[in-house]
């Protein structure tokens, strides 16, 4: 497994640089992906990001991979123009709940935020099979692959 | 959080005829109804932004408000009658929970009934799974508790009986499999005070009389007025009631049933001595393609089946030898009852509403607003009759589709569903509402609250899902209904006269629902159809039709409406299997590929030997969401069979890298051309977006045989949407633009084709293809044989032959 980076690190550095330079080159964009705009806003010419920093790559799909219990997601309070952060309760029926009382403006700046979120909370090892304790059972659609 | 919802009896309604809405009011003494026609549902300020238009007609104007709820969660009930007035009984059945214990926060924590007559207030008797998930019966306030938990998705068989002469109650507990460590389950004996006492209250399979008098709400309910609770979520086979306590052998001989006809020989029961005391016993595996429950018993006392629970289903006799449950009724027994299954409302009209005759053919809703800012829309479709049309264009909205994708949960239940979008999923409003009122229903891409595949949808509940203003998690931009009103929006500025017709009138008028039409549009992703449907468009393209595929992933998955709401309406319910391959988000069990509407083989029509690639020439690829790109014209653009689509777009021209989903013409979901899965041999590739895609996008499983890397855009050749033209039979033709974000970008730059090259696309194709008359016929020399491998779609060797 590849570890997630930690704080003060090179690496953590150089991952939330990257991150951030390419989700703000999506805003304006209907989706994202962190990948580099050539033209802020255009998706005609991408590059960077997910396709040239396999680290990057690889700690995003691992925080993608998270299961659904606890798992940050964006709450768009307001359409077009107010999101906030929530975390999946994992239980049919409960409803995600606000993490704090940040009101982004943006909805991509969202995405980054949940991605400074997650690096601090995952720990380097996150991911091992200890992790997914409730990964055995079939058809329990909070697992990453149904 | 939603104070207002909504929804109508029609999807498509004629001009004349009349339309009701049901509207749930919680909280606003009153609310506005004002009938709007809908334009454009994206409220992207990249676009031209949200744009209705009020229609000035009668019905406009304030109600008073009022709440309505939805009961949902399946069952059968038989109304009270002397027959289920038992004092002494047995019951037994089998059962496969899959949810027998519950999180105390779980939405419907609690105790389910498996078979009862049996209320909190008036007492009566039942046979439960307890909180702890535990067989439990219940005479009255008496609870006779069993010692072992009952094992999730597994078989077991239980019976209790009950003597009233001694009181003494035996509850049996048996696993259909035990494990080697399993300890016994031995029965549990017990003495109870008083024989069950009796009341007006229904019997009950998979559930239990929650209250018999359940106030205004309850009207929404079946039956009306009493609020069924304890809602069991697994599969049930072979319910039986007797009126004595049996012997265990005696319950051993009455597992075989009743059988109908053999009175002469040994009465109705499993022997003379037992059809004496037989009350019900139901065999599910009659009438799968209704909502009644058969009693083979003496008394008749057949089950009404409420809320459609999912039927087909193996039951504990299944042998593994017959997968379709036609050719062997007897092993598919089963019902499997879910806490949330939906097939109605049931809400009060709150008004009614007679179209005008001369009201054109569009998309219209009824918007509902109230003094507080609560909103939500009701969208409907003003359908011309057969023979009445008023335009040479016609619109399908894919309305299976619609029902497909109704109130979809993943973004909230599917932690997996954000390596699909590779980004954090967004929640709407509609969402988060949908996330705490599970009552509502689910799509077909969700799981039941208990984790298995939902295979049923009804149109008959409010479903947030079609709404304008609602952007998908899938793409954080409009997806289904408001990403098809982009198409309305480019035909409305660009001053085209259309019609709306549904997949629901397609599927029950046939071609002549389209034969009146030079051109039949779709939207951007029809991917739910049946099979009438497909017919249809067959025989509408052979006959001389033209049809443009406006999007991608279509003509996918096999539906099927089910017959028994025909009484309803047309289409109210659609059945969808997902098997053995295609996109699933989850997957059907074995022996339950058949459906139970009409006993179809589902799943992919493609493994019904009907591809995809045969409707309008091309399919479904590869998918990705998180970014779309554009496409380039090929060579074979300038083939004078097709050059005229292309007039005033230049040979270099990046097309459409510019969009309202994705940020690009070409993105989400993908079709190519492929000779070797049911293109014409004769398609021409126009344009591609070959080698434009990111690692988001991935290779569909159905198109590889095994896991292995190198399936991703940047890597894999399939991974791209091609625009193809091919001619058809009788001066007709198909243009596929192959990409459900394609679209998008027609509402770029306000629609105008001079400013917008998907627009000058759009409009160059649909501008002949809506003419009166046989399209102008291809160059003599394209007539030439063609093989289905030989064919290339990169250098395109027919045109490279022909030198072009």
């Known amino acids: 497994m590849i570890s997630i980076p930690k704080k003060g690190t090179p690496e953590y550095d150089r991952l939330v640089k990257e991150h951030e330079e390419c989700i703000r080159s999506m805003k304006g964009v209907a989706g994202c992906s962190i990948l580099k705009c050539a033209t802020p806003g255009d998706t005609t010419v991408v590059t960077g990001g997910i396709h040239e920093d396999f680290l990057l790559n690889r700690v995003l799909l691992r925080m993608r991979a998270l299961p659904a219990k606890g798992k940050l ?74 | 959080m939603m104070r207002l919802t909504g929804y109508a009896d029609k999807f498509s309604v004629h001009p004349g005829d009349k339309i009701k809405f049901y509207v749930n009011c919680d909280g606003p003494a009153k609310y506005k109804a004002e009938i709007v026609k809908m334009i454009n549902g994206d409220t992207n300020p990249r676009g031209p932004g949200f744009i209705e238009k009020p229609i000035s007609v009668s019905v406009n104007g304030e109600y008073t408000g009022r709440k309505q709820v939805i009961h949902s969660g399946s069952y059968g009930y038989v109304a009270d009658n002397p027959s289920l007035r038992v004092k002494s009984f047995t019951i037994q059945v089998w059962v496969w929970p899959t949810t027998p214990k519950t999180h105390p926060k779980y939405w419907k924590h609690g105790a389910q009934g498996l078979v009862t007559k049996w209320s909190p207030a008036e007492g009566g008797y039942g046979l439960f799974i307890n909180e702890e998930g535990k067989p439990e019966l219940r005479i009255n306030g008496t609870k006779i508790t069993g010692s072992a938990p009952l094992r999730d998705h597994a078989w077991h068989f239980l019976a209790a009986t009950y003597d009233a002469a001694t009181g003494e109650a035996i509850l049996y507990h048996e696993p259909q499999i035990t494990y080697a460590l399993d ?95 037989v009350v019900g016993a139901w065999d599910f595996s009659v009438g799968i393609n209704t909502i009644v429950g058969t009693d083979k018993g003496p008394y008749l006392n057949n089950a009404a ?54 009201l054109k053919s569009a998309c219209y809703a009824a918007k509902l607003t109230t003094a507080d800012g609560d909103e939500d829309y009701i969208p409907f479709f003003v359908v011309p009759k057969v023979g009445q049309e008023t335009a040479k264009i016609a619109v399908m909205m894919p309305t299976i589709s619609y029902m497909a994708y109704a109130n979809e949960h993943l973004a909230n239940n599917a932690g997996g569903a954000e390596l699909l979008v590779y980004r954090v999923p967004i929640m709407q409003h509609q969402n988060m509402f949908l996330s705490e009122h ?310 770029w730059n306000n629609g105008d084709p001079a400013k917008n090259n998907i627009s000058r696309l759009v409009k160059n194709v649909l501008d002949r293809f809506m003419k009166d008359g046989p399209l102008p016929p291809p160059p003599k020399d394209a007539y030439i044989h063609r093989g289905r491998a030989e064919y290339d779609p990169a250098g395109n060797k027919v045109s490279t032959a022909r030198g072009i």
């Open chain 2, 438 to 747: 599970r009552e509502y229903g689910g799509s077909i891409y969700d799981t039941h609250t208990d984790g298995s595949g939902l295979c049923l949808s009804s149109r008959l509940r409010p479903i947030l899902s079609i709404r304008p203003k609602y952007d998908h998690f899938l793409m954080q931009a409009p997806w289904q209904y408001p990403a098809d009103l982009h198409l309305i929006y480019w035909l409305e500025v660009n001053g085209y006269n259309y019609d709306v017709i549904t997949d629901e009138d397609t599927n029950y008028d046939g071609v002549a629902r389209l034969k009146g039409y030079n051109v039949v549009i779709t939207g951007s992703h029809p991917e739910h159809n049946s099979g009438p449907q497909l017919d249809a468009l067959h025989n509408y393209t052979q006959q001389g039709g033209r049809l443009m595929y406006m999007g991608a992933d279509g003509w996918y998955w096999v539906h099927s409406y089910h017959p028994a709401y025909d009484h309803l309406g047309r289409g109210i319910v659609t059945e969808m299997r997902r098997c053995e391959s295609g996109i699933r988000t989850w997957r059907a069990d074995p022996g339950e590929y058949y459906h139970q509407s009409t006993g179809e083989l589902g799943g992919m029509w493609r493994y019904r030997g009907r591809y995809l690639h045969t409707v309008a020439g091309t399919g479904m690829s590869s998918e990705g969401f998180d970014i779309s790109s554009y496409y380039t014209r090929t060579p074979e653009s300038n083939d004078p069979r097709v050059a005229w689509a292309f007039d005033g777009i230049g040979q270099d021209e990046m097309l459409g890298n510019f969009g309202l989903v994705g940020g690009g013409a070409a993105g989400t979901e993908l079709d190519i051309v492929d000779t070797m899965l049911g293109s014409p041999p004769h398609t021409l590739v126009v344009a591609t977006s070959a080698g434009h895609h990111t690692e988001g996008y991935l290779l569909v499983m159905e198109d590889f045989g095994f896991n292995q890397q190198g399936l991703d855009g940047t890597q894999h050749p399939r991974v791209r949407s091609d625009i193809a033209y091919h001619e058809t039979p009788n001066g007709g033709g198909c243009f596929a633009f192959s990409s459900i974000a394609f679209c998008g970008s027609l509402p």
């Open chain 2, 305 to 358: 089946i409420v809320n459609c629970p999912t039927r087909a289903m193996t039951g504990y006799n299944w042998s593994g030898h017959n997968f379709d449950w036609k050719h062997a009724p007897a092993e598919y027994g089963a019902i499997h009852f879910h806490d949330d299954d939906i097939d109605d409302a049931r809400w009060d009209a709150d008004f009614q509403w007679e179209v005008p005759a001369d």
């Open chain 2, 183 to 277: 300890p016994e389950v031995p029965p549990v004996v017990a003495k109870v005070p008083s024989p069950p006492s009796t009341s007006g209250i229904p019997l009950v399979i998979a559930g239990y009389t929650g209250s018999s008098n359940g106030g205004v709400l309850a009207n929404s309910s079946v039956p009306k007025g009493m609020v069924i609770a304890g809602h069991y979520n697994g599969k049930i086979d072979s319910p039986r009631l007797c009126d004595r306590a049996l012997s265990r052998l005696d319950i051993e001989t009455m597992k075989l049933g009743c059988q109908t006809g053999m009175d002469e020989r040994r009465g109705s029961g499993p022997t003379p001595r037992l059809s004496e005391c």
């Open chain 1, 73 to 146: 997601v964006v709450i768009c309070t307001k359409v077009e123009k107010e999101w906030r952060i929530g975390r999946l309760a994992g239980i049919r029926g409960v409803p995600p709940e606000f993490v704090d009382s940040r009101v982004f403006t943006d909805e991509q700046e969202v995405q980054h935020a949940i991605f400074l979120m997650r690096l601090d909370e995952m720990a380097a090892h996150d991911g091992m099979p200890e992790h997914f304790h409730e990964g055995w059972k079939r058809r329990d659609d909070n697992w990453t692959a149904t």
